[in-house]
Each structure stands twice: as C-alpha cells, then as structure tokens.
C-alpha cells in the first residue's frame, strides 16, 4: 500500500470536511455574537435571525442557480412537512441558545453541544444502523454519567445542554436524511419561520417598544444575525450530506470548545469544581470517542 493510498482523502470527503469546520467555527463564536445582544426579548432576535436569513439564501441559490429545485419541494406536502419538523428543531436550537447565553448561562449552552457528538453516535447506531464500537459505547456511558454527577451534586438536572444537544442533534439529522439540497431545504425553513417572525414581531410590538431602530449597533448586530445564522447552517447541512454522522459529530468539538472559552475567559462566567468534574467527564468520553474514530480511519 503506497503513502498516497492511505493519506488521500476522496475530494467529495475533503470538501464535506472542510464544510463542517467553517460551519463548526462560525457557531463557535456564538457565544460572544448573541451576548451583545442579551438586551434583545429572545424571539425577537428569532425572528429578525430568519427574516435576515432569506436574503442571504435566496442569494447563495440564484448564484448556485439552483432555483428550479424549490419548485418539486413547494409541490410535496411530505417534505414541506418534514422541513417543517426541521424547522421547529432548529428553532428550539436558535432560542434556548440565545436565551442561555443572555441568561449567563454559557457554560450550559457549551456543555450541551459537547454532549451532541455523543448523540449523534447513538443516533447512528440506532437509526442510521452506522457501527458502535467498544470504545464510542463506554464515552455514551460516561457521559450519561457526567448528566447523572451534575445532577446530583448541583441538585439541578440539566435540562438546558440535553435540550439543545437533543434539538440539534434531531435537526442534523433530519436535514442529512431528507431529499432536498441544503441551499434550498435551509431557505424553506426560514420562509415558514418568517411567517411565524410576523406574528412574533407584532406580539412584541403590543407589549412595548422594539429593539430594532432603537440604535444603530442593536439594528446592525439584528441584521447581521441573519449572515451568521444562514451562512453555518447552509454549510453544516451541505456538510452531513457529505460524511459520515459520526465524522460530523467529532468535528462538533470545534463549536463548544470554543464556547467554554468565551464563557469562561471573556464572559467570566464562574466555573464550579461540580462543573469541571462534569466537563472533565465529557471530556474523557470525547477523547475516547476520538481514539475510535482515529482508529476507524486508520483501519480503512
């Protein structure tokens, strides 16, 4: 076996990866983004994340000029239905992402998207039929022992990290099993979420002053919102399209990582002996779950 043989990646591959890191790094920076906007009611930031995003997609699809496609997916209700389902996942996602974050609750926010990878396995296992092996089983098993510690020792189950793990971890895998391309299937999503945006907006809008035109920056960050909510998420979906659940699940460190070091070094959020325990054991199941995957790859 040549050198070239065992280090090539296929290009299809290689692109796939390379989607996952850029989409993985921008929702790194999450964190700090919607922090400067925790002054923001959450759904109004929802909303102005999926009107802004319409644009931005519709974009990307005249340029890719892959219009035609709307076309067959306006046509079938099932999977109309299905993005609608994606939708309202994704939605969670936006929502409790932004509320925790305002909340100072960023380190919540970390730990649940470090969970996420670890749902994808079984996910993948379960449904996907994708193999388990020894060592991706005992990192499931401590991480459902690092749930169990923080529960116990803080007294409060982590509702916020299982949601958003389990929302996006449905929502991955949902855009990698329906048939529609991820420029127009994402595009879809935020029509429908923009027909529910009016109705949010104007609900808003009875109980007191909007933040959007109240000054610039607030105005600028809402708008931009919409850029940094279409351009990852167009990017992860092309993404699973492209590589295995599992390979997207381990490139996923990327984002939270990224988010316990903005909570922790920029926003100063406190860490409790009770939580690094709890990160310490993720952790270890990650890096077991890493040592898997490294020797999968190797293997093939």
């Known amino acids: 076996m040549t050198l070239a043989s065992t280090t090539e990646i296929p ?52 340029w890719l000029g892959r ?17 609608c389902l994606s939708t309202f996942m994704v939605t969670v996602s936006w929502g409790f992402f932004v509320w925790g974050v305002g ?22 296992y379960a449904i996907l039929r994708e193999r388990m092996t020894p060592l991706q089983f005992a990192a499931i098993v401590l991480a459902v022992i690092a749930v169990a510690w923080q529960t116990w020792s803080l007294g409060v189950f982590p509702w916020l990290s299982l949601l958003l793990g389990s929302a996006f971890c449905a929502y991955g895998y949902i855009r990698r099993t329906v048939d529609v391309g991820p420029v127009q299937g994402f595009f879809v999503e935020s ?22 035109g109240e000054d610039l920056p607030t105005s600028v960050l809402l708008i ?56 310490a054991l993720i952790w270890t199941a990650l890096a077991l779950y890493t040592m898997s995957s490294l020797r999968q790859a190797r293997l093939a």
């Not at 219009?67 to 993005?83: C, E, F, I, N």
């Not at 909340?103 to 993948?124: D, K, M």
């Not at 919409?226 to 990852?232: D, I």
Request: hydrophobic share 60%.
């Open 11 to 62: 290009e299809r591959d290689t692109a796939g990866i390379m989607y996952a890191v850029a989409a993985y790094s921008i929702w790194g920076f999450y964190a700090l983004f919607f922090y400067y906007l925790k002054h923001v009611d959450a759904f109004e930031v929802i909303a102005h994340r999926a009107f802004w995003s319409i644009p931005v997609a519709g974009a990307v699809m005249l």
């Open 67 to 83: 219009t035609q496609d709307l076309k067959r997916v306006m046509r079938s209700p099932r999977l109309l239905a299905v993005l």
């Open 103 to 124: 909340q100072g609750r960023a380190l919540e926010v970390a730990l649940g998207y470090y969970i996420n990878p670890l749902l994808n396995v079984a996910v993948g």
């Open 191 to 212: 029509l429908i979420l923009s027909a529910i945006s009016v109705g949010i907006i104007w609900w808003l809008a009875q109980s007191g002053p909007l933040a959007f």
């Open 224 to 279: 931009v919102s919409g850029l940094m909510t279409a351009l990852p998420l167009m990017l992860f979906a092309t993404a699973a399209r492209r590589i295995s659940f599992t390979l997207l699940g381990l490139l996923q460190y990327i984002a939270p990582s990224l988010h316990f070091i903005t909570a922790v070094f920029i926003l100063h959020e406190p860490l409790r002996i009770e939580q690094l325990i709890t990160f």
